[in-house]
């Protein structure tokens, strides 16, 4: 499924069972009612595998560093307004960062796994429950275009929905 939405081009994958939505802009953010939308449970009819709702956002940092530029606080705003709307506050996220393939494993899991702290900090701050996010690093295990390892667009993070919260 392929949709034009001004700038904004939103792409989704089924393959084996997950479903992927890839949101990729110009130099435009993407805006919270589309993260909300990417991030809602799908309802599946009759039988089905239910796949985890994803998105993966631009959120760019400084080169080789954890430290967010200064063009990043637009995309930070945007994912902290859709986690705060009702529609999204059951459910915990995982909060995913990827590199591309520059650098020593070891050194990128270890990068990306500061990205992703430093956007669940970022969203702690603005009021989301840290007990709603959880950070993993995937380094470039997981290059979003495997036939460019160096491309930029691997260099992401990636905002997964891992299910309701546990009730208290």
Do not use: C
């Not at 669940?120 to 009021?127: A, D, H, P, Q």
């Amino acid at each position: 499924m392929k949709q034009i939405l001004g700038h904004i081009v939103l792409i989704q994958l089924a393959i084996s069972g997950h479903s992927l939505v890839f949101a990729q802009t110009a130099p435009d953010t993407v805006s919270s009612s589309e993260i909300e939308q990417a991030l809602k449970k799908s309802k599946t009819r009759g039988i089905g595998v239910r796949a985890k709702a994803k998105v993966d956002l631009n959120i760019p940092f400084e080169i080789n560093s954890s430290s967010l530029r200064p063009d990043a606080r637009a995309q930070l705003e945007q994912l902290e307004a859709a986690l705060q709307q009702d529609s999204l506050a059951i459910y915990r996220f995982q909060i995913a960062g990827h590199t591309d393939a520059s650098g020593s494993a070891e050194y990128n899991r270890r990068l990306s796994r500061d990205r992703a702290e430093t956007v669940r900090r970022f969203l702690v701050t603005r009021g989301i429950d840290p007990d709603r996010l959880e950070v993993v690093g995937n380094g470039e295990d997981e290059l979003l275009l495997p036939d460019w390892p160096l491309h930029a667009d691997n260099r992401r993070v990636e905002i997964i929905n891992l299910g309701e919260r546990p009730s208290n």
